[in-house]
């Protein structure tokens, strides 16, 4: 068994997949958080 992700499979820009990349690997919050003010961004992860 493997996941396999389509978004990758569809045309478009890679810099959606970077962004995606970017917001799921420096923020702790879950995707779907209501609360706005938990949004923060660890800029020593992105850099």
Known sequence: ???VEL???M???VLYD???MVRTTTTPT???E???SRGIMHLSTFK
């Open 1 to 3: 068994m493997c996941v």
């Open 7 to 9: 978004d990758t499979v």
């Open 11 to 13: 045309p478009g820009s």
């Open 18 to 20: 970077f962004s995606d």
């Open 30 to 32: 879950l995707e779907d």
């Open 34 to 36: 209501r609360d706005l």
